[in-house]
Nanobody
C-alpha cells in the first residue's frame, strides 16, 4: 500500500510565500514522475509543476518564475516552493506521483492541501 501525504498549505497574504511538501511511503520500488496539481472552486484540476526522477521540470505558464519544484529521491519527497503568491493561486493543491511496485507503475494522489492567498 502506498500513501502520499502533503503538508505546508495555509493562508498567506498576496506577495507572500509558502512551501508545500509531499512524502510517498509504503511498498515502493521507485518513484518516477512527481507533480503538483491544483483545483480552484468551479474549475478543473490543472498541472502546476512536474519533475522527472532525473530532475527535468515543467511548469504551467501562470506560475513560471514564481514557483519552483524540487525533489529528494532518497526521501521520496517532492517540494513546491511558491513565491510572489497571488489571489488567483488560491486552490486545493494535490500531489501526484507515478510509483513502481510489484512490477506495476500506478499514479497516486495525495489528499490535498488548501492554499489561500488573501488580498
Amino acid at each position: 500500500q502506498v500513501q502520499l501525504v502533503e503538508s505546508g498549505g495555509g493562508l498567506v497574504q498576496a506577495g507572500g510565500s509558502l512551501r508545500l511538501s509531499c512524502v510517498a511511503s509504503g511498498s515502493i520500488f521507485r518513484v518516477n514522475f512527481m507533480g503538483w496539481y491544483r483545483q480552484a472552486p468551479g474549475k478543473q484540476r490543472e498541472l502546476v509543476a512536474g519533475i522527472s526522477r532525473i530532475g527535468v521540470t515543467n511548469y504551467a505558464d501562470s506560475v513560471k518564475g514564481r514557483f519552483t519544484i524540487s525533489r529528494d529521491n532518497a526521501k521520496n519527497t517532492v517540494y513546491l516552493q511558491m513565491t510572489s503568491l497571488k489571489p488567483e493561486d488560491t486552490a486545493v493543491y494535490y500531489c501526484n506521483a507515478y510509483i513502481s511496485s510489484d512490477y506495476t507503475t500506478i499514479p497516486y494522489w495525495g489528499q490535498g492541501t488548501q492554499v489561500t492567498v488573501s488580498t
